[in-house]
T-cell receptor, first 114, second 113 residues
Framework: DARVTQTPRDKVTEMGQEVTMRCQPILGHNTVFWYRQTMMQGLELLAYFRNRAPLDDSGMPKDRFSAEMPDATLATLKIQPSEPRDSAVYFC????????????FGEGSRLTVL | DQQVKQNSPSLSVQEGRISILNCDYTNSMFDYFLWYKKYPAEGPTFLISISSIKDKNEDGRFTVFLNKSAKHLSLHIVPSQPGDSAVYFCAAPGSSNTGKLIFGQGTTLQVKP
């Protein structure tokens, strides 16, 4: 049963600390997306990759967020330093990169920054 | 600039009745739309989609209607069941052949027994 795996599921940290979220996309998918769920914006796109190359990270605050895909089985989203306003649920999703293709989401990483 | 909008944050209906969830979009270039369903502590999952060449797509109890002139789509659930209680997101592809989806803010549906 192929699925997107995200770690950690829950993270509580202090303001100023570094946070790294990890994602294992579904094998064979060539696109990987990072979304953040907020009450006001819904599912907000932060960054995405095709064939491990970053295509667009314009949704991320560049000064503190970074997204990488060191290999085909791992995508990371890092926040340094974290701030209370970063508290949200972060989702990773993968797909085949077609407009008519659905995305498959992980269960999310709930981040709380105190 | 919110290109996909769901203006109703929540909806409550009685079991067995119809649920209608609405979505508006601003970009007339969008040619495909999807609905996702999300339960608490889970990721969103694909529910149903529609191409702009159609005005209706049906899958069991779920039907999506598209009104291109009004830039409006709706998801109908008939009959509604308590297990349908979830957050529903509508989405549209953001640019050609990237697979990127632009999502609305979501509508929380509560179906009361």
């Amino acid at each position: 049963d192929a699925r997107v795996t995200q770690t950690p599921r829950d993270k509580v940290t202090e303001m100023g600390q570094e946070v790294t979220m990890r994602c294992q996309p579904i094998l064979g998918h060539n696109t990987v997306f990072w979304y953040r769920q907020t009450m006001m914006q819904g599912l907000e796109l932060l960054a995405y990759f095709r064939n491990r190359a970053p295509l667009d990270d314009s949704g991320m605050p560049k000064d503190r967020f970074s997204a990488e895909m060191p290999d085909a089985t791992l995508a990371t989203l890092k926040i340094q330093p974290s701030e209370p306003r970063d508290s949200a649920v972060y989702f990773c999703a993968s797909g085949w990169g077609r407009n008519t293709g659905e995305l498959f989401f992980g269960e999310g990483s709930r981040l709380t920054v105190l | 600039d919110q290109q996909v909008k769901q203006n109703s944050p929540s909806l409550s209906v009685q079991e067995g009745r119809i649920s209608i969830l609405n979505c508006d979009y601003t970009n007339s270039m969008f040619d495909y739309f999807l609905w996702y369903k999300k339960y608490p502590a889970e990721g969103p999952t694909f529910l149903i989609s529609i191409s702009s060449i159609k005005d209706k797509n049906e899958d069991g109890r779920f039907t999506v209607f598209l009104n291109k002139s009004a830039k409006h789509l709706s998801l109908h659930i008939v009959p509604s069941q308590p297990g349908d209680s979830a957050v529903y997101f509508c989405a549209a592809p953001g640019s050609s052949n990237t697979g990127k989806l632009i999502f609305g803010q979501g509508t929380t549906l509560q179906v009361k027994p």
